[in-house]
């Protein structure tokens, strides 16, 4: 029998409901949520993401600046400029669509927005939160997640959870999220020995490696959930479609319950960005 979808897509549009009245009742009493988005560089997928957000952002009501940088800008540019974005009232979130060009120190970046406008969640002081359990801001993809398992009532406690990917932006704050509700997790790298042992152990399995059909169905416990983070395009040649790092097809028959690709994680991920704005703003505005 055939896992049952987890359809990020549908649940996305659920929030994104709740979303508005939330900015609505913020823009009555002049806070309406802001998010800044800082561009540099022509990168063509970056383009595509923040375009995405500026159009989430519109979708709902909140506010969207666009801040667009080339290739060569100098770093104190931008840092100039998130220090003017961090005084501004009227932002409440503020994120640097990444991967930069070369001459950038990310960390540095990263580092230079204010925590309480970090609505990415990978400043140092929400990720010390977050490892605390106190977080502040979730990163996006990872809040996402653990949303779609609530959505579905699928607890984490006491459950065995294994994550391929140790990335600062899904694996490790994804396996702080779920060790905070309580799972027992692996993370898993490239570097890991026999790693069908791990994974055919996980009642949760979460794949955010970047490997197109990496995850196969004799790598999967019978009745896991499998979560699939990665998006991968496929070669022209074989139709150029986009994929996951899950191979859907034969896990599909293996899993209880499994995300596609696309319409899986991806929409969850702009949707709480979404939720993380909007929230800064009522903070701000003491709601």
């Known amino acids: 029998m055939s896992a049952a979808i987890l359809d990020g897509k549908a649940l996305a549009e659920e929030l994104r409901t709740t979303f508005k009245t939330r900015v609505e009742a913020?823009?009555?009493?002049?806070?309406?949520?802001g998010l800044a988005v800082i561009l540099v560089g022509e990168d063509p997928a970056s383009q595509v993401y923040v375009r995405n957000k500026v159009n989430s952002c519109e979708s709902v009501g909140v506010f969207s600046q666009k801040?667009?940088?080339?290739?060569?800008?100098?770093?104190?540019?931008?840092?100039?400029?998130?220090?003017?974005?961090?005084?501004?009232?009227?932002?409440?979130?503020?994120?640097?669509?990444?991967?930069?060009?070369?001459?950038?120190?990310?960390?540095?970046?990263?580092?230079?927005?204010?925590?309480?406008?970090?609505?990415?969640?990978?400043?140092?002081?929400?990720?010390?939160?977050?490892?605390?359990?106190?977080?502040?801001?979730?990163?996006?993809?990872?809040?996402?997640?653990?949303?779609?398992?609530?959505?579905?009532?699928?607890?984490?406690?006491g459950k065995e959870a294994v994550i391929i990917g140790r990335s600062?932006?899904?694996?490790?704050?994804?396996?702080?999220?779920?060790?905070?509700?309580?799972?027992?997790?692996?993370?898993?790298?490239s570097k890991t020995r026999n790693l069908a042992e791990h994974t055919r152990r996980a009642d949760i399995l979460i794949a955010a490696l970047g490997k197109p059909r990496f995850v196969t169905a004799a790598m999967v416990k019978p009745g896991a959930v499998v979560i699939d983070v990665g998006i991968n395009r496929l070669p022209l040649e074989t139709g150029g479609?986009?994929?996951?790092?899950?191979?859907?097809?034969?896990?599909?028959?293996?899993?209880?319950?499994?995300?596609?690709?696309?319409?899986?994680?991806?929409?969850?991920?702009?949707?709480?960005?979404?939720?993380?704005?909007?929230?800064?703003?009522?903070?701000?505005?003491?709601?």
């Open 26 to 33: 913020l823009t009555a009493l002049g806070h309406r949520p």
């Open 168 to 189: 600062n932006i899904v694996g490790k704050p994804m396996a702080l999220l779920l060790i905070n509700a309580g799972a027992t997790v692996t993370v898993c790298n």
């Open 67 to 157: 801040i667009s940088y080339g290739a060569d800008v100098a770093p104190a540019v931008v840092l100039g400029k998130i220090a003017e974005l961090n005084a501004d009232p009227n932002i409440h979130g503020i994120l640097v669509q990444l991967p930069l060009p070369r001459q950038f120190d990310e960390k540095t970046i990263l580092e230079a927005i204010a925590p309480e406008k970090d609505v990415d969640g990978f400043h140092a002081a929400n990720v010390g939160a977050l490892a605390q359990g106190i977080p502040c801001f979730i990163p996006c993809t990872p809040y996402g997640v653990m949303k779609m398992l609530a959505a579905h009532n699928i607890d984490p406690t």
């Open 241 to 287: 479609k986009l994929c996951g790092d899950v191979d859907f097809e034969t896990v599909k028959e293996v899993a209880s319950l499994i995300t596609p690709v696309p319409g899986g994680v991806g929409p969850m991920t702009i949707t709480m960005l979404l939720a993380n704005t909007i929230e800064s703003a009522e903070r701000k505005s003491k709601l």
